[in-house]
Nanobody, 120 residues
């Protein structure tokens, strides 16, 4: 199983940016997908997640500004980031709980990080 993240980049404060993450490989079921971020010198933190039935969870710092749409048919999750702030700067990592077959329990997978930089 691979999680391929794309998007990210440099944006001015107040602007918008979107990142996406596609899961591929031997996938039986994806229970949840989400995004974490890590700013320089800080611990990795949950930004947002979404379950297979659409239940979402957002960090307080991004509520009302970020949304996490998911395309179950394409095994893809997006992170739409609006009203970006400098504090949103960091490396964004895709995360998912995936079951690879009917006789295996789910495992956690991580994608490569993608840099998001918000300038003032």
């Amino acid at each position: 199983v691979q999680l391929q993240a794309s998007g990210g980049g440099l944006v001015q404060a107040g602007g918008s940016l979107s990142v996406s993450c596609a899961a591929s490989g031997s996938i039986f079921n994806i229970y949840y997908m989400g995004w974490y971020r890590q700013a320089p010198g800080k611990q990795r933190e949950l930004v947002a997640s979404i379950t297979s039935v659409g239940t979402t969870n957002y960090a307080d710092s991004v509520k009302g500004r970020f949304t996490i749409p998911r395309d179950n048919a394409e095994n893809t999750v997006y992170l739409q980031m609006n009203s970006l702030k400098r504090d949103d700067t960091g490396v964004y990592y895709c995360n998912a709980g995936i079951r690879t077959s009917a006789w295996r329990t789910s495992s956690e997978y991580w994608g490569q990080g993608t840099q998001v930089t918000v300038s003032s």
